[in-house]
């Protein structure tokens, strides 16, 4: 009988909350890590979020109403991600949440969203070979980020001995697996590929840049692809810089050193050397003057930088705003129909489109970098470049394309067997 | 010797093309040209500057390699900057030098240089440096000129070989000038620069020897002297790769003895496994960063004035430990091991609220810098030299502490059997005290060398607290050489593997080496010996 008596009251305050929460205000849920060892890159990307939300409220809000942030703490932990997912969408009711950075954590929470029907902008370069019906990727995959970085050294810098240099996980592991089809299939031999991987927080480089300096003394010109995480590039660079192999030597172009990474070390030793993202803080463009203003306003701090994911959830949010304006509503099934199509401004002063299989369009820049720790673009697609899901170089996943519009409605859809191998496509 | 024909070929290629004409003959608009979205035309300009015989040449060209030239906003000035605390710009007129006072961040943009351009742009800038007093910078511009392999410079390293006294530059000069035959039409000429080039270790050398021999369009005879000549270069590459392989191992062993010196002395001689040895390292590294903060101007003499105050301070924090938590839990090594361990992680999270969760930046001093090249082809790096008789010093230091002086006697004393040397009248506490104190000051001196090599940040230790362990362990608790030898000989055998395995499979294979040996002599390669030990 008591028991009764509390699920019922349980019940009731439940729905009073809910109620009370939906007509005042839209939630939205902010799943960054404080704390931990992702904290470094992952707190600005909560602040991005913060400050875009008071924007939209200075703005006159969304639907009539306010927004409103829940942010909670996953504290770099990936089970724990997963279950704050869970209570950010069943708990607080949030109509829409931004967060993640690293792969392994947005692998936890795909089940989450995909049973509670939630809504996730991923706003980080990754891997590809995923596309969820919850999930919008605002992040560069491969084919935006790590192939034109490529073609670059292939046709302007002329490489063609090719060094793989990576951290020992999911992300450089797959990059490197593609990336090793693609310059086969461009007639790459596999003598001239050297792919090294080194654990996290590597500190000791001297070896490995002995290695590279003689793998690129070998006659032909030799540029390094580098997929190391972090803390492990500091020492790196300063390795290659002293055992005097300069960027006009032999070039490493990284897809995880930004302007935020730089911000903390002497980037003396890296000027010249190369970074592939789709935006940098140094964009020639008055909607980046603009948005660089109201960042360092917001977050009071004139060193402060601004970088490519910030730009991803900068584009994410009025993606997402304009997708509920057109819809009318919140509702997650009706978002993700109305979101397909909508286009907004960058920061680089083009458009970014979301395309049916839940990537955007980007431009792809080549920066190099200064010794004021920005990137000076030395390159840039013409155009912008459609995220592809599921990359062309892979035997696996050639045949396979998502579309997320009926009458498809699919994210692995083999175009050869005309089967759709549902969610957990591996 | 110099070729007639070469020189005829290359006068054509030099004589410059009529479209430079297009921006005007005097200085003002040839800088002016250097404002423009294509870098073959910024190159096109920038040659056409680097033979004017105007003042400013020199400074336009620096500021331009260096990314110091900007054009300002609005009425597209070419203009120096100096980027001032605070955001914005300080500008000087690039072609006049007049002082056009300060703009904010967003008032001048960049004029980019990219990395093919700014290697030609060096090529440029050191062939005006071939004239100045200092011969080693008369040769380090050769040097500039060979890499940027532009022919146009070869006539005017050409004039300067005809008055140049020194001897070392005049071999430089000639060196450069078979690189670039090496790249020559006429056979006989490039026949006799692929055969004097086979002891030549540049990179730049062998890689166009590399061309040669895959070049199916060229003579046999060529093709086998470049192959012949290449074979050679390979065999005095490979006879310096072992002595640069033990160098590595010897300098990352030298690390490891810097960081388990301190432990080793806590540890062996007190018996106290003492977790938050890795942070005393790190606030090491700190205390390097806030001497540089404190004093930026005696960037040069910061790591002198580091050590000190690294071996203080860590050293207080150490004792601190010791009085606070440790001295309550001697004898309860699994208890000392908690509560160190939750100190380690009280310091983290200081530092990371004082400091921020960022990495600091540490700067290098000039003097560490760069490499020693022995001879051509093996060269080592500065840092890592001086780390290694650094551990060396370091290590000499602590040994005449614990042999020759009053403390050292009372520590052996101690270590040997405590209660003994209590009733000998060495009191006890105050030894405690100042063993933790020294072992934790060392470690604050690792955290200094180690500030160098790595990021300076809040998990600094965490990197080197096994290794530390390990060392110890495998050298033999207590014994100071002991750590010394296995300190070097894991750095060395983790170098040797690491071509053939891989970074991550070496350091696997060296934990289950240790992991076997443990087993075979469970006190190391040095145990100590005695009854206190037995017991």
Partial sequence: MFRQLTKVCAVVVLSFSATWAAADTIKVGVLHSLSGTMAISETTLKDTILMMIEEQNTAGGLLGKKLEAVVVDPASNWPLFAEKARELIEKEKVDVVFGCWTSVSRKSVLPVFEELNGLLFYPVQYEGEESSKNVFYTGAAPNQQAIPAVDYLMNEVGAERWVLAGTDYVYPRTTNKILKAYLKAKGVTDKDIMINYTPFGHADWQSIVADIKKFGSAGKKTAVVSTINGDANVPFYKELGNQGVSAEDIPVIAFSVGEEELSGIDAGPLVGHLAAWNYFMSVDAEVNDDFIDSWLEFIDDEDRVTNDPMEAHYIGFKMWVEAVKKAGTTDSSQVQDAIIGVAVPNLSGGLATMMPNHHITKPVLIGEIQDDGQFDTVWQTPGTVPGDAWSDFLPGSMDITADWQAPLSCGNYNVKSGACSGQNYE | ?535
Avoid: C
């Avoid at chain 2, 921006?23 to 096109?44: I, M, P």
């Avoid at chain 2, 070419?78 to 605390?85: R, Y």
């Avoid at chain 2, 240089?113 to 440029?124: D, I, T, W």
């Avoid at chain 2, 002595?243 to 990352?252: K, M, Q």
């Fill in chain 2, 1 to 535: 010797m110099i070729n007639l024909k070469t020189l005829v070929v290359l006068a054509v290629v030099t004589i410059p093309s009529p479209s430079i004409a297009a921006f005007g003959d005097d200085f003002e608009s040839v800088v002016n040209a250097l404002n423009t979205r294509s870098f073959d035309d910024k190159l096109e300009a920038a040659s056409r500057l680097a033979t004017m015989d105007h003042e400013r040449v020199d400074v336009v060209l620096q500021a331009l390699i260096d990314g110091k030239l900007y054009k300002k906003k609005g009425d597209d000035t070419v203009v120096v900057v100096v980027s001032l605390e605070g955001g914005g710009h300080q500008l000087t007129d690039a072609a006049s030098g007049e002082d056009l006072g300060k703009v904010g961040r967003r008032g001048a943009k960049k004029i980019s240089v990219n990395n093919k351009l700014r290697r030609q742009l060096k090529g440029l800038f050191a062939s005006r440096q071939l004239n100045v007093d200092d011969p080693q910078a008369r040769i380090a511009a050769v040097q500039a000129i060979i890499n940027a392999g532009d022919v146009s410079l070869r006539e005017i390293l050409l004039e300067r070989r005809e008055v140049e006294s020194v001897e070392d530059v005049q071999d430089a000069i000639d060196v450069a000038m078979v690189v670039f035959d090496l790249d020559s039409k006429d056979q006989a000429t490039k026949l006799a620069a692929i055969q004097a080039s086979a002891d030549n270790l540049d990179s730049n050398v062998r890689m166009k020897l590399t061309a040669v021999v895959s070049d199916q369009s060229l003579d046999q005879e060529l093709r086998d002297a470049a192959a012949s000549s290449l074979a050679n270069i390979e065999g005095l590459v490979e006879r310096y790769r072992w002595i640069e392989t033990l160098f590595f191992g010897l300098s990352l062993g030298s690390i490891l003895v810097l960081a388990a010196i301190g432990l080793s002395i806590t540890f062996g001689v007190m018996g106290v496994i003492n977790m938050a040895h890795g942070e005393l390292i790190m606030l090491g590294a700190y205390t390097t960063y806030v001497v540089q903060t404190l004093f930026p101007d005696a960037l040069e003499y910061s790591l002198l004035i580091a050590i000190p105050a690294a071996f203080i301070v860590s050293g207080l924090v150490g004792i601190a430990i010791e009085r606070g938590v440790i001295r309550f839990l001697y004898g309860r090594p699994l208890e000392t091991l908690l509560a160190t361990f939750g100190v380690s992680l009280i310091l983290q999270q200081a530092v990371r609220s004082i400091f921020s969760p960022l990495n600091r930046a540490v700067a290098t001093p000039e003097w560490m810098s760069g490499s020693l090249e022995i001879v051509q082809g093996l060269s080592i790096t500065y840092n890592r030299l001086y780390i290694f008789f650094f551990a060396l010093l370091v290590f000499a230091t602590l040994l005449t502490i614990l042999q020759r002086t009053r403390l050292g006697l009372e520590v052996r004393a101690v270590t040997q059997n405590r209660a003994m040397a209590q009733a000998m009248g060495i009191r006890n506490t105050r030894v405690d005290i100042l063993t933790f104190g020294l072992g934790a000051g060392i470690a604050g001196v690792a955290g200094v060398a180690l500030s160098q090599l790595t990021n300076v940040g809040p998990n600094l230790g965490q990197g080197y607290i096994v290794d530390s362990f390990m060392v110890v362990v495998f050298g033999g608790v207590g014994n100071l050489w002991g750590t010394l030898v296995a300190g070097l000989s894991l750095g060395v055998v983790n170098k040797v593997l690491e071509p053939a395995a891989g970074a991550v499979v070496a350091k696997i294979l060296v934990l289950v080496f240790i992991i076997l040996f443990i087993q075979k002599r469970p006190r190391g390669l040095f145990p100590q010996k005695g009854r206190a030990v037995e017991s």
